[in-house]
T-cell receptor, first 107, second 120 residues
Framework: KNEVEQSPQNLTAQEGEFITINCSYS?????LHWLQQHPGGGIVSLFM???GKKKHGRLIATINIQEKHSSLHITASHPRDSAVYIC?????????FGTGTSLTVIP | GAVVSQHPSRVICKSGTSVKIECRSL??????MFWYRQFPKKSLMLMAT?????????EQGVEKDKFLINHASLTLSTLTVTSAHPEDSSFYIC????????????????FGDGTRLSIL
């Protein structure tokens, strides 16, 4: 069993739709990251959080420490949001990555 | 703008060549840098963690003599793939952590754009 599980693996949405990507983890963490990887390979760190909720533009990330679960939401999705979204957790000594969610937003 | 610069973005070279990849933090001092490898359609795999002025910590299964990491300054870490072979072809990416309220510099907050290495 992986330390970090993401769902769904693949997601196709119409432009404007509200999108949710889920991440569950099984280890004690110091922080959870949501990353965005574009087709060219470059990675952007979207959020780093250890509690509660963070919002940046149309992106919202939440984490429930007790349930060991985090969600990434995208409101009013746009084709430029098409990318692979990766959940990662840091335990202080280790860093674990989810396998990513490939999102395609269709105009 | 980018806060971590990785160079080169793409390398194609012959088998047996050693290849050096640089990772620079542009506007902050990175006491900790991380090197990852990514296979096609797979997630990132942490190879090693480098701390400025000390030896890198390699993950299990990563050959330290094959993948030499140097973190000589607070703004530069290098990964050298020695005597590269076709099986070393992959996408390599670095990240850097800076001191913050959450987790200190051990969190890889800023990523480079990656280096696509192709060994012929």
């Amino acid at each position: 069993k992986n330390e970090v599980e993401q769902s769904p693996q693949n997601l196709t949405a119409q432009e404007g739709e509200f999108i949710t990507i889920n991440c569950s983890y099984s280890v004690g963490i110091s922080a959870l990251h949501w990353l965005q990887q574009h087709p060219g390979g470059g990675i952007v760190s979207l959020f780093m959080l250890s509690s509660g909720k963070k919002k940046h533009g149309r992106l919202i990330a939440t984490i429930n420490i007790q349930e060991k679960h985090s969600s990434l939401h995208i409101t009013a999705s746009h084709p430029r949001d098409s990318a692979v979204y990766i959940c990662a957790v840091g335990t202080g000594n280790q860093f674990y990555f989810g396998t990513g969610t490939s999102l395609t937003v269709i105009p | 703008g980018a806060v971590v610069s990785q160079h080169p973005s793409r390398v194609i070279c012959k088998s047996g060549t050693s290849v050096k990849i640089e990772c620079r933090s542009l506007d902050f001092q990175a006491t900790t840098m991380f090197w990852y490898r990514q296979f096609p359609k797979k997630s990132l795999m942490l190879m090693a963690t480098s701390n400025e002025g000390s030896k890198a910590t390699y993950e299990q299964g990563v050959e330290k003599d094959k993948f030499l990491i140097n973190h000589a300054s607070l703004t530069l870490s290098t990964l050298t793939v020695t005597s590269a072979h076709p099986e070393d072809s992959s996408f390599y990416i670095c990240s850097a952590g800076r001191l913050s309220g959450q987790g200190g510099s051990n969190q890889p907050q800023h990523f480079g754009d990656g280096t696509r290495l192709s060994i012929l």
